[in-house]
Every structure is written in structure tokens, then in C-alpha cells.
């Protein structure tokens, strides 16, 4: 028996692959569909009408385009307010690419790990995958690794399963179209919502050609989301750079007259790095990560992350100022920068995974 689920398919100017989605599903014994018609016009009206035929399936109409995350979250809050004692959701594609078998595979999946979200993951080492495809996804699976620390083996996959009790939390995240489903694996890395995988087939039908995924237009929205999570940090460590430099060049400045070069070099780097590191710290914790660690613990981490940096920058620019007898203020700040940098990335995924992990 099939877990108490509802199905959700988001369509736009369908044609007889969403009739085949619908009845695939009724076959495989689901009885709840809520197909959303977002806004396919007249010529349209005859599939969304033939499919609401099928039992259990239930037709919500936008007068206009919105988009395939506003068809998803119109869904989401149909269910929320319409539905009880179901399981949960799970979203389908309407062009054919999901088989029966694997949305079946994620119900049952669903129904073993109730508070986490499923996603249905294709393999895209296969010849036959478009290379837009392909390329889209790797490129994108890099990015959330490295920049996001989500490891995810689909990114773009539509055939995911929600749990009933988050389906709020889903409706009322950014998106309106498909920037929303990547938007909605990074704002689960917020909530703490975990996920698991479950391999499904990898279909592309006519070479995904009746996909209405702009590879320009909806890439740029897709990478806007992923970046507006990074920027902050960036913002806030150039903001604290040019206080770590500001007081870097008054403090040696001073202390090149009373000690040596290798002493007033640390001397600068640590005053600096102080005063710098306490601005950056609260902006972090407050701004960027928006921190539920506890300060006492937080700040100790984030110090011990900061004496290591101090360590590593004045060790290197002194190594290489020494190295290449390099002398001047200008080209002592210059070095220091480059190293600064270098520790920039470090230091953002100890930050992310370490010192504010909550």
C-alpha cells in the first residue's frame, strides 16, 4: 500500500506527456494530484481539462504566467490549508522525465524518514545526458559544495518529497520561478530541514527540448540566489579588510621606529587583526550566518581561527618580504594582502562549518 501522499505538477503549455504523467500515476495507485495550470492559456485548457478527469486529480488555474516556483508554492498552501493526515507532497514534472516507479521509490522513502526531505537524484555521467544538462548541474553542484557546504548530487531535479508539517516553510520562501527550487535547498540549509537521495532513472525526452528552462535568463536568476548567501560574507570581510589595513599602516608606522622590522611587522598585524576581527566577528554571527551558536562558545572559536591567522599572515610576509628583501611599507602591505587573501577562503569554511555551525 502506497503511502497517504499528495502529488504536485506544476505545468505550463502542456501537451500529451502531462495526460501520461497523470494517468502513470493513477496506475501506480495514487489517488491525490493537484496539477497546477500556470497560466497555458486557451489552446491549453483542453489537456488541464481531460487530466482533471482522472480521479483524485484536481486542477488549480493562474490567469497568467507566474512561474514554476509560484505554481509550487500555490500548491503548497492549497495542500496545507485543504489536506490532513496526509504524509507529505511530492512535486513531479509534467513532461514525462519521472517514472512511476522512482516517485513511488520516494513515497516509500518519505514514509521511512518522515521529517526530512527527499530528493529524487538522476546520474549524469551517462552519454545520454543533454550536455546543458550536464554542465548546468556540475557547475552548480560545485558551487553549493564550495560555497554553500551542501553536498547534493542533482540540483535541478523537480521530483522531490516534502513533509506535510513544512510545507509553510516552503510556501513562504523566495521565488517566483525556477530559481525558487534552488533557493529551496539553500534556505534548507537554514532551517535545518536534512535531506536524503534516492537514485532515480535519468529520462530526457526529445533531448529535453519541451523543457521551459531558459539556460541564460534562468541560469543568472538560479546563480543570483546562490550568491546572495555569499556576498554578505564577502562584504563583511572587505569591510573589516579595510580596517585591518587602515590600522595595520598607522601601527607600523609607530612601531618600525622602536623595534625591528620582523617585531613591528607581528606588533602591526595583531593590533590590527584585533580590531578588525571584532568587527568581522559581530558582523558574521549577526549579518552572514545569522547564528544561533552561543557567543561564549562562538568567540572562542572564532579567536582561536583569528590567533591562526595572525600566526600564518605575519609568518608568510615576513618569509617572503625576507626572501625577496622587500623593504618598503608599500610592498609590505602589498604582500600582506596577497597572503590575506589566500587565507580569505580558509577561513569562510572553517567560519561556515566550525565557529558558526548553527
Not at 73 to 96: C, H, M, P, Q
Not at 220 to 234: A, C, N
Request: net charge positive; aromatic share 10%; hydrophobic share 45%.
Amino acid at each position: 500500500m502506497l503511502p497517504k501522499v499528495t502529488i504536485i505538477v506544476p505545468s505550463y503549455k502542456p501537451d500529451d506527456k502531462l495526460i501520461s504523467v497523470v494517468s502513470g500515476l493513477c496506475d501506480a495507485g495514487f489517488d491525490d494530484i493537484v496539477v497546477v495550470d500556470d497560466g497555458g492559456r486557451e489552446e491549453y485548457k483542453a489537456v488541464f481539462e481531460k487530466v482533471s478527469q482522472y480521479p483524485g486529480c484536481h486542477v488549480l488555474t493562474h490567469e497568467v504566467n507566474k512561474g514554476k516556483g509560484r505554481a509550487l508554492k500555490t500548491a503548497f498552501e492549497y495542500i496545507s490549508a485543504n489536506r490532513s493526515g496526509i504524509l507529505g507532497v511530492i512535486t513531479v514534472d509534467g513532461d514525462n522525465q519521472h517514472t512511476a516507479e522512482d516517485i513511488v521509490k520516494c513515497a516509500n522513502r518519505l514514509s521511512e524518514a518522515p521529517d526530512k526531505v527527499v530528493i529524487g537524484c538522476r546520474d549524469f555521467s551517462g552519454k545520454d545526458v543533454p550536455a546543458r544538462s550536464k554542465f548546468g548541474n556540475n557547475m552548480t553542484k560545485f558551487i553549493f559544495r564550495v560555497g554553500c557546504g551542501i553536498k547534493i548530487s542533482d540540483t535541478q531535479t523537480g521530483l522531490r518529497a516534502i513533509p506535510f508539517a513544512r510545507l509553510p516553510e516552503f510556501a513562504a520562501m523566495e521565488g517566483e520561478r525556477y530559481e525558487y527550487e534552488t533557493n529551496m535547498l539553500l534556505e534548507m540549509k537554514r532551517l535545518g530541514i536534512e535531506f536524503v537521495e534516492v537514485p532515480i532513472k535519468t529520462v530526457y525526452i526529445e533531448e529535453n527540448e519541451s523543457s521551459h528552462f531558459n539556460p541564460v535568463k534562468d541560469s543568472i536568476k538560479i546563480y543570483k540566489v546562490i550568491f546572495r548567501y555569499i556576498y554578505k560574507f564577502v562584504l563583511s570581510s572587505l569591510s573589516a579588510t579595510l580596517v585591518d589595513i587602515s590600522v595595520f599602516n598607522v601601527v607600523l608606522f609607530f612601531a618600525k621606529k622602536v623595534l625591528s622590522k620582523d617585531k613591528s611587522i607581528f606588533a602591526a598585524t595583531a593590533v590590527a587583526r584585533a580590531i578588525s576581527s571584532l568587527f568581522n566577528y559581530t558582523m558574521n554571527r549577526k549579518a552572514v550566518f545569522a547564528s544561533d551558536e552561543p557567543v561564549r562558545s562562538s568567540i572562542v572559536k572564532y579567536y582561536v581561527l583569528a590567533a591562526a591567522q595572525i600566526i600564518l599572515s605575519s609568518g608568510f610576509v615576513t618569509l617572503i618580504t625576507t626572501l625577496f628583501r622587500i623593504n618598503t611599507q608599500i610592498m609590505i602591505t602589498v604582500i600582506k594582502m596577497i597572503v590575506d587573501t589566500t587565507l580569505f577562503f580558509a577561513s569562510y569554511k572553517l567560519q561556515k562549518k566550525w565557529v558558526f555551525k548553527k
